[in-house]
């Protein structure tokens, strides 16, 4: 816990043997519950998650959203969830930026940006710095709120996290949480964070196939939520 909240993290992965256990081990004491959503690997991703003290979820249906949904059914809504990705490309010890916010008051969900801050040379391709871009400025135009980054590490409160009925199962889960945070009015803030290039090769920005299809997708969820207003419990 960390000044009385319960903190817990979810982490999607797929096939990141070799840096799921550096993920882990670097998330800081205060965390409550490391939850990993297993998107099927065929490596010893969850081995090594659960070696290194993480509790696994598999989603065999492909796609982050999946496996982050699925990893959601083990987390507590009183708690505050942290997403980061298994690719040891985020900074776990940065976390309490991200939640510390939150645990004041001054937030319900917390954007780590990582072109405010400091990423390492090669760490964001051309498509991602343009695609992030394009979409933060749209999200601005059409709903009013302000973010520099779609980035993968982020903090939100449970309740809140909730309220939002996230249902995106692949490429739109993060600009889905913005939109619909920006639809509902809800406190949000980003924090610069440190962001160095991935152990392995992504399965989105790494390809064309997948910078393609991310980039349809997440314009598709602008585009598709600008005509009717996005869904959420509220």
Known sequence: ???GRK????IPALNEERAIGKVVQDIPAFVDKIII???GSRDQTVQKARDAGATVVVEEERGYGAACLKAL????????IVFLDGDYSDYPQEMAMLV????????KMVIGSRVAGNAQNGALTPPQIFGNALACWLIKLIWGMQFS???PFR???????????MQDRNYGWTVEMQIKAAHAKLPSMEVPVSYRNRIGTSKVSGT????????????GLIARYSLAPPRTKK
């Not at 903190?7 to 979810?10: A, C, G, K, N």
């Open 1 to 3: 816990m960390r000044a």
């Open 149 to 151: 980054d779609l980035g």
């Open 155 to 165: 903090a939100i409160d449970g309740k809140a996290l909730d309220e939002l009925d």
């Open 100 to 107: 510390d916010p939150i645990i004041a008051g001054d937030a």
């Open 7 to 10: 903190i817990e993290v979810v």
């Open 73 to 80: 059914e083990l987390t507590d809504p009183d708690a505050i």
């Open 208 to 219: 064309i196939k997948g910078s393609v299809l991310a980039g349809i997708k997440i314009l």
């Open 37 to 39: 959503g297993d998107n």
